[in-house]
Structure formats: C-alpha cells, structure tokens
C-alpha cells in the first residue's frame, strides 16, 4: 500500500555526514584551504582506489578531460568521436580545444553508442574517442578496443605523446562511474585515461570536483604527464603554493599561458572522509537498485542492468524506460510523481535536441535511437539518504500515477 502521509524525496542530495563536517572544518583551521597537503593526499588514495599509478584532482570532470585533449595535443583540425547520448560535457570540451565534434547515435535499446557507427565515423581525423560510462555502467571496452586497433592505419599522429599511443585514444567520460568495475578491472583502469566528476549529485562528492587517471601500460612517463596537468591547471607556473612555501623558494616560472582549474584542500578534505565509507556507499546503492528492480521490471518497465557476472556499475542513476509511452506522457508521469512529493528527472536529452548543437549543425533526426531511449525515460531517485520505506514509497507512487497516465 501507498503510504498515506505525503513524502518529500528529493533527487540527489549529498551524503554528508559529521566527519566530512570536521575534516573540512579542520582543514579551515589548518592554514591550507587552496591545492595543499589534503589534495595530494586525496589524489594519491584515488590511485591506490583505482589501481593507478597517478591521480590528478581537478575542479570538475569537464576541466579533466579538456585538459587531457589539450595535453595530448587534440585541437584544430582533428576530429573527437562521443555519443549523441550524453551531458553537454563531453562534447563541449571537444568545442573548448578547437576540434570537431563527431556525435554518434546509440545502438537500439541501448544507452550506449553504437559500435558499427562508432567504426564507420573513425577518420584520419580522428584522434579521440570519448565513450560514456553512464549511470555508472562502464561501456563495452571489448570492442571499443577492437575498432580502434582495426582502424590503426587511419591514425595520424601529430606529436611525440599520440606516438606513443598510435593509434585513436580512448578518453572516458566517467563522470558516473567511479568505483565501477568490468572483468576485474576497476574503472580507470581499462580507458587509456579516465574522468570523473566528484559534482554534488555523485555517488563520491568533493561539492564540486574531479579527476582524472590514466593507464600504466603505454610507456607514458607518470612525472612528467602529472607535471603537465600541474601546469595547465594552475596558469601554467612551474610551482604550485604548496611548494612556494619552502625556505626561499618563492621564485617561479610561467611555462604556459594555462588554465585554473585546480582542486581546493576545502574540497578534498570531503573526497578524504567519503572515500573512507564509500565502499557502504556503493553498497547500499546497488541495494536500492535490486528493490526497484524488484517491483518494477515484472511491471514491464525496463531499466539498465547494473550488475552481472562479469560487471558491477557504480549504482550513479536508476534509468527506467515506460514502453510504449510518448514524451508528453513521460513528463506528465514526472509531474504526477513531483505533486505525490517524489523527484524524477531526465537522463538525457540528446544532445542534438539542443540549441547549441542544432548551430553546429546537428540534426536529431539522424539519431533515431538516442531520440527514442529519451523519449520514454524516466530516472527515480537514486542516493544513500533513501530509506527502504522511501524506495517503496516510490515503486508505489510510479505504480499508482502509471495506472493514471495509460488508464487515462
């Protein structure tokens, strides 16, 4: 039964609990609130958390992975592939460096690109590809892998670090997925580089924040890659506050006219405590998720598979797709489950259905199947606040507006 009193459940709050609250406020007290001592050491456990050799914090996963294209020297004239289903963000970065946006539609029923198109859209243009692990679902590296090597003879390198690689670089939103793991291999540790984004609404939060790793395997020089996001994340100056602060040592260079773009010790002292308690984190996520699974899939509503014998997402969002409803039904179902107190929202709208994308050029006509997982998606509140009580609140709730809507 639906329970009778009204409940207010709210999309993605943060999980914040006292011990953020007192490592931040020791932070404050440490003198050391900017990119200090708390960063570095939240960047050396997320190496360790991941199976990396490196982490570098930044202030958001977009300023991750632009700067990992601009590092790799990805600009006018070259071409970025990623998928019409997706944030802004993985494709706007692409804007940011000068190089082409190259979108590619999902395969049908599915919130991941296309493979056959992903290879058919490889040019001697091409120098990245930047698959979405969405909702926390790392993709098919399998055979983004395969194509890639397949298309080896396309590849034009244009300096000495896309050499190295030699062929189409694989570049990974993983704004969702951090702690997602695929055939034994953690997240960041498959794509040749990893981002994530540690925003508010994540599963792992800093407020606002990211990283970025990359793999140990392609004879990449860890010191001097690290070195290089140090710079372009800080104007370009040869040393950071932290090492200013030796006897003496005020001295500098601008190596590069950069960017800022660095993470705050304020910031990194929440990632210290959340990565402390994050594995119960993800815990309880895939918990929420098996309760929903539990009473909506025999209701023929279809959700993206979390977990499986070779994969376990990060648990980030619940997507749930209504067959055969229309868009004005979906959003009619949204707004039913807002007055019941219940907060859906929309994961995504293709990105050729906006403004920005329709000046580029792009049309949503030739990405029928991105239009069609969007039409009918809805995603439900997904977060470690939730009680048992609440997730049944809000099976019940759906049920209850969804006899409404197709009944009416």
């Not at 291999?185 to 994540?202: E, L, N, P, Y």
């Not at 906006?354 to 809805?378: C, R, S, V, W």
Request: hydrophobic fraction near 40%; charged fraction near 25%; charge should be negative.
């Amino acid at each position: 039964m639906i329970d009778t009193e009204l409940r207010n459940i709210p999309f993605s709050p943060p999980d914040i609990t006292d011990a953020e609250i007192e490592e931040v406020i020791k932070a404050m007290k440490s003198g050391w609130i900017t990119t200090g001592p708390r960063t570095k050491e939240l960047e050396k456990r997320i190496a360790e958390y991941v199976g990396t050799n490196k982490a570098v914090c930044l202030n958001s996963a977009t300023a991750a992975m632009e700067l990992t294209l601009r590092i790799l020297g990805i600009g006018p004239g070259d071409e970025v592939i990623t998928s019409a289903y997706t944030y802004t963000a993985s494709a706007s970065v692409i804007e940011h460096v000068g190089a082409k946006i190259v979108l590619v539609d999902t395969a049908p029923d599915s919130f991941e690109m296309d493979y056959v198109k992903l290879a058919d859209a490889i040019t001697e243009k091409t120098k990245a590809i930047i698959p979405v692990d969405i909702a926390g679902k790392m993709c098919d590296y399998d055979t983004i892998f395969e194509i890639v090597e397949s298309k080896k003879d396309l590849f034009k390198p244009s300096n000495e670090l896309q050499w190295l690689f030699n062929r189409v670089i694989v570049m990974t939103d993983a704004a969702h997925a951090f702690g997602a793991e695929r055939k034994g291999m953690k997240c960041g540790q498959v794509a040749d580089f990893t981002c994530f984004s540690f925003h508010a609404v994540k599963n792992f939060t800093t407020a606002e924040g990211g990283a970025v790793v990359w793999r140990n395997d392609h004879g990449l020089d860890d010191e001097w890659l690290y070195k290089q996001f140090m710079l372009y994340s800080l104007h370009g100056q040869s040393k950071d506050a932290l090492a200013k602060t030796q006897k003496g040592a005020w001295e500098y260079d601008i190596v590069y006219p950069a960017y800022k773009c660095n993470m705050t010790d304020i910031m990194a002292s929440i990632g210290l405590i959340q990565l402390n308690r994050y594995e119960g984190l993800l815990e309880r996520r895939r918990e929420i998720i098996e309760m929903y699974d539990e009473v909506l899939l025999p209701l023929g509503i279809q959700s993206l598979q979390h977990y499986g014998e070779d994969f376990s997402s990060s648990g980030h969002l619940y997507l749930a797709r209504v067959p055969e409803i229309t868009e004005e039904k979906r959003n009619e179902i949204i707004i039913k489950m807002a007055e019941a107190g219940v907060a859906c929202n929309v994961h995504y709208k293709p990105l050729p259905m906006f403004t920005a994308y329709m000046n580029l050029g792009f049309d949503i006509k030739d990405y029928p199947n991105a239009h069609k997982q969007y039409t009918n998606e809805i995603t439900l509140p997904l977060h470690t606040l939730l009680s048992d009580e609440d997730v049944n609140y809000v099976v019940q709730s759906l049920k209850k507006v969804l006899n409404e809507v197709q009944g009416g």
